[in-house]
């Protein structure tokens, strides 16, 4: 299953401030995820991004909330802008395991809490 | 809206025993489902996935899926304390990559 390297691991930020976060592939997938997990709750998916196109948000994300980029098939960053402390939440990205191998793996997480 | 549905918990079993973990579905056209585990504070890991109706078995793990019934259920023989942890349920929307995941079972197994 390919590797996943996650970072930062952990932030805490200011209110109204940006954090960009990086998710780096050990092997080329065509599509990344990333999910949002607050706390005490399950993983919503935020968006699906492709390499070469915008990324694909879903209902209740918007872009200019969590810019997405995805500038080749090992990388995508997932933006949180303007933060407030309702977005204090585990930031996830995930790749799809492969039709030989299944599944989906997670990177490490990035625990935000925003202040 | 496509949902997944599982019991909170938390689902307390003896050591030794069996856990039996259920998860439900809306989307019938649903192909693919992953039983994963989360350690408090941790990403989540997957332990196994299905594709087919019955049975798939790995290790002490045993997924069962019935697509008629739209449920999918994970049991744990031999349940360890480590395996302690919320284990999340999640199905893949018909016709694209994305999963939809459940909300999780606490599983606690007392030593």
């Known amino acids: 299953s390919a590797v996943i390297s996650q970072k930062p691991s952990r932030d805490i930020c200011q209110r109204g401030t940006s954090l960009t976060i990086q998710c780096q592939v050990d092997s080329q997938v065509t599509m990344m995820f990333w999910y949002r997990q607050q706390p005490g709750q399950s993983l919503t998916l935020i968006a699906t991004a492709n390499q070469g196109s915008e990324a694909t948000y879903e209902s209740g994300f918007v872009i200019d909330k969590f810019p997405i980029s995805r500038p080749n098939l090992t990388f995508s960053t997932l933006t949180v802008s303007n933060m407030s402390p309702e977005d204090s939440s585990i930031y996830l990205c995930s790749v799809e395991g492969g039709l030989t191998w299944g599944g989906y793996t997670f990177g490490s997480g990035t625990r935000l809490t925003v202040v | ?111």
Request: charged content about 20%.
């Open chain 2, 1 to 111: 809206q496509k949902e997944v549905e599982q019991n909170s918990g938390p689902l307390s079993v003896p050591e030794g025993a069996i856990a039996s973990l259920n998860c439900t579905y809306s989307d019938r056209g649903s192909q693919s489902f992953f039983w994963y585990r989360q350690y408090s504070g941790k990403s989540p890991e997957l332990i196994m996935f299905i594709y087919s109706n019955g049975d798939k078995e790995d290790g002490r793990f045993t997924a069962q899926l019935n697509k008629a019934s739209q449920y999918v259920s994970l049991l744990i023989r031999d349940s360890q304390p480590s395996d302690s942890a919320t284990y999340l349920c999640a199905v893949s929307i018909t016709g694209g990559n994305k999963l939809v995941f459940g909300a999780g079972t606490i599983l606690r197994v007392k030593s």
